[in-house]
């Protein structure tokens, strides 16, 4: 006997392209796709038989920094590391991240790498899109172990030195394009299709403000000789779109990227919080998609709400930006910021949010056999037991997963098959030992006395 046979109280499939939450239904998994949705209990070899399980297509996170916010924890909160109430990436995220890299060892990189993607598991998480930096190889290996789907983007730079000057205008010397480029390729050789295709590389040029003209137009020209997904921060602060004003003519970061051909289907924005409606507007008529991060926003006291880009007409996605790693923490954020700022109960509905992590991200990076339950798909999946107290009565399962539910309620996650989260716990290692490492590498930074300046501001 072979296959996987999962009970759920609740199976969230599609019939005529709109949500079916189905009751009481077993999936059954062979090899790592989906065989069969049956009301019956079907042969399997492994079964997974518990009332009060939510089956969803496994939850896709497509915006996530494992280890530049793991630098950034507990230090940042309450305005502390920024200038004037600024961004933080460039007093802290981008250089810590970078003298992190140097006094690391691999090894210890590899920790803290671990970690990350045991949060992002247990966060109900079945694929993860990683921007980072290349001199963090073990990100992959991390993916690889450990068994997430990976789609790894380590950033292209014209410079990794950029400094914002009093006037908000951010200035780079030298040119690491091509250097970066040189990177990116190797590591697209060593790691795109390994684990059976769980591994994958975006392409990843950092931001429009540390990006030139001439490496924009590369990376995308490479990308798409090779089909991959292009990512990259676009608007994520007034000084940015400053910035880009006084280098390109007054053009806005969305019209910069649009005039160098990155505006397309294959662009995955993250953020987008500076941008203006006719911005919005121009992405939407060329079918890019905003990836949401609502909370680390939420952070500083600023406003990135999901309705704002989803009622302007673009696909939009949802990612936790490195900060919390709880996608479902993360989704009942985009909720209620949304319904705040709109001050209207009816934006951003649960359906619609499911959407976002499940379907409208899949087809983000084209890719119709994930973000579904469906004979032939793949069988990547996520279970919310919602038995829990707070969970009860349940009447809507998905009002109830996006109004109440929490990463402390997953409880199966499923790779290509494989069940890599059971009743909430990682089965492959010691869930201790990898949160111990991690954080012992990142107190190592902490240390420095360029992290405590950082901080102190
Ligand atoms: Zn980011």
Not at 90 to 113: C, F, H, K, M, N
Not at 365 to 377: C, F, H, K, M
Request: aromatic share 6%.
């Amino acid at each position: 006997m072979s296959g996987t046979a999962i009970f759920a109280s609740y199976v969230l499939t599609h019939r005529d392209g709109a949500q079916e939450v189905l009751r009481d239904h077993w999936v059954l998994l062979e090899g790592g796709r989906i065989a069969a949705i049956t009301a019956q209990r079907p042969q399997a070899a492994l079964v997974f038989d518990k009332p009060g399980r939510f089956l969803l297509p496994g939850l896709m996170n497509l915006h996530n920094h494992c280890f530049s916010e793991a630098v950034a924890r507990t230090h940042t909160e309450d305005g502390n590391g920024r200038r004037n109430n600024q961004s933080i990436v460039y007093t802290v995220l981008l250089p810590l991240t970078r003298r992190g890299i140097d006094i690391l060892s691999p090894q210890e990189r590899l920790a803290v790498a671990r970690l990350g993607i045991l949060q992002l598991l247990k966060g109900g998480a079945t694929t993860v899109m990683e921007p980072f930096r290349n001199g963090i190889p073990e990100m992959f290996d991390a993916a690889a172990e450990m068994g997430i789907r990976f789609y790894g983007a380590p950033y292209l730079f014209s410079t990794a030195d950029a400094v914002a000057g009093s006037d908000g205008v951010v200035r780079y010397a030298g040119n690491d394009g091509q250097a970066d480029l040189t990177a990116w390729n190797a590591l697209y050789e060593r790691w795109h299709g390994a684990a059976e295709g769980r591994i994958r590389l975006a392409m990843s040029p950092h931001a429009t403000d540390t990006c030139g003209p001439d490496l924009l137009r590369a990376c995308a020209e490479r990308a798409r000789a090779l089909g991959v997904p292009i990512t990259t921060h676009l608007a994520q602060s007034a000084q940015e779109v400053t910035t880009i004003a006084a280098r390109h003519g007054g053009r806005s970061p969305a019209e910069y990227l649009d005039w160098l051909g990155l505006l397309a289907p294959d662009l995955l924005a993250a953020h987008c919080i500076a941008s203006s409606e006719s911005d919005l507007a121009l992405m939407a008529a060329r079918g890019a998609t905003v990836l949401n991060c609502p909370r680390v926003f939420a952070r500083a006291g600023t406003i990135a709400a999901f309705g704002r880009f989803a009622r302007a007409g673009l696909r939009t996605a949802i990612g936790t930006d490195g900060y919390n790693m709880d996608l479902l923490g993360e989704m009942n954020a985009a909720s209620l910021i949304s319904k705040i700022v709109a001050a209207d109960a009816t934006i951003a509905s649960a359906p619609e949010l499911i959407d976002a992590v499940t379907a409208r991200a899949a087809e983000a990076i084209a890719r119709p056999d994930l973000g579904v339950i469906a004979p032939g798909a793949t069988a990547d999946l996520t279970a919310i037991d919602m038995t829990h107290p707070h969970l009860q009565p349940l009447g809507d399962p998905r009002r109830g997963l996006i109004a109440l539910a929490n990463r402390a309620n997953v409880d199966l996650v499923v790779v290509d098959g494989q069940v890599l989260i059971e009743n909430g716990r990682y089965l492959a290692a010691d869930e201790a030992a990898i949160t111990r490492a991690g954080a012992a590498a990142i107190e190592k930074i902490w240390a420095l006395p360029e992290a405590q300046a950082a901080f102190a501001n």
